[in-house]
């Protein structure tokens, strides 16, 4: 699994912390809250459904869900890509 997050991003410091991230796969009627979770701020989980699943976040009603351990972490001025 590849992510791509922004070199700034608080979640790209969890990542790093942690050596593991979750990737909740959403339907295209979840656009919405696809673009709450797309957004910067630490309010993102504020009124969604979730529950920690191997430590991690999982939205409840997406269609898939993925645990993943860090592989590799690349970073260029913009953004980092996450291998897992």
Request: aromatic share 6%; charged share 15%.
């Amino acid at each position: 699994m590849l992510v791509s997050l922004d070199a700034g991003s608080d979640l790209l410091a969890l990542v790093r912390t942690a050596g593991r991230f979750g990737v909740n796969v959403l339907s295209s009627a979840q656009s919405a809250l696809a673009l709450t979770f797309a957004r910067k701020g630490h309010s993102k989980f504020d009124g969604v459904a979730w529950e920690c699943e191997h430590g991690l976040p999982r939205l409840l009603g997406a269609s898939g869900w993925l645990a993943c351990d860090v592989e590799t972490l690349v970073t260029d001025g913009h953004h980092a890509v996450v291998l897992g």
